[in-house]
C-alpha cells in the first residue's frame, strides 16, 4: 500500500432509517425497502455489496 488512508463518513439521516455515506466529496444514500412495500430513497445494502463485487 502506498501510505494513504482511506475515509469514509457514515451517518444516520433523520428521515427514518437511511443513512448517508460520503468519501472523497461523492456521497450516497443507503436505504432499505419498507414493510408497506414501497421502495427506498437510497441503495439497499445487499446491492453496494454487489455493486463492489462487480467492480
Known amino acids: 500500500m502506498s501510505g494513504?488512508?482511506?475515509t469514509v463518513d457514515v451517518a444516520w439521516m433523520k428521515e427514518g432509517?437511511?443513512?448517508r455515506a460520503s468519501a472523497r466529496g461523492?456521497?450516497?444514500i443507503?436505504?432499505?425497502i419498507y414493510e408497506d412495500?414501497?421502495?427506498g430513497?437510497?441503495?439497499r445494502p445487499t446491492e453496494l455489496i454487489?455493486?463492489?463485487l462487480g467492480s
Open 41 to 43: 430513497m437510497g441503495f
Open 17 to 19: 432509517k437511511r443513512i
Open 26 to 28: 461523492n456521497e450516497l
Open 37 to 39: 412495500g414501497r421502495d
Open 30 to 32: 443507503v436505504d432499505r
Open 4 to 6: 494513504n488512508i482511506l
Open 50 to 52: 454487489l455493486s463492489g
